[in-house]
């Protein structure tokens, strides 16, 4: 399994970013998938997470509201669009993967490299 995240980068506060993560993987439809991030010198935190099939999406609420979410199973994709931006949310984001009906465990089977996210205020 190989998870490999893209999309991050500098954006000021009030902004917008796209993250998505490329799943390399069998039956990518049959895991869950989620969004961890760890910002610097802060233990690694969920942030959100979908069901397999799409169907119910999870989130921390840190970010409920202002982020989504969504996945491609055709494509193997992920995606989280992040929308107002502050600085706290500045972190290396990962991409996660578990065998779960539901959301992500707290310890995902796979994770993938992160992408930083850097918000400037």
């Known amino acids: 399994v190989q998870l490999q995240a893209s999309g991050g980068g500098l954006v000021q506060a009030g902004g917008s970013l796209r993250l998505s993560c490329a799943a390399s993987?069998?039956?990518?439809?049959?895991?869950?998938m989620g969004w961890f991030r760890q910002a610097p010198g802060k233990e690694r935190e969920f942030v959100a997470s979908?069901?397999?099939?799409?169907?119910?999406?999870y989130y921390a609420d840190s970010v409920k509201g202002r982020f989504t979410v969504s996945r491609d199973n055709a494509k193997s994709t992920v995606s989280l669009q992040m929308t107002s931006l502050s600085p706290e949310d500045t972190a290396v984001y990962y991409c996660?993967?578990?065998?779960?009906?539901?959301?992500?465990?707290?310890?995902?089977?796979?994770w993938g490299r992160g992408t930083l996210v850097t918000v400037s205020s």
């Open positions: 996660a993967a578990d065998v779960s009906i539901f959301r992500v465990s707290k310890t995902p089977a796979y």
């Open positions: 993987m069998r039956s990518f439809s049959n895991y869950a």
């Open positions: 979908i069901m397999r099939k799409g169907q119910n999406q």
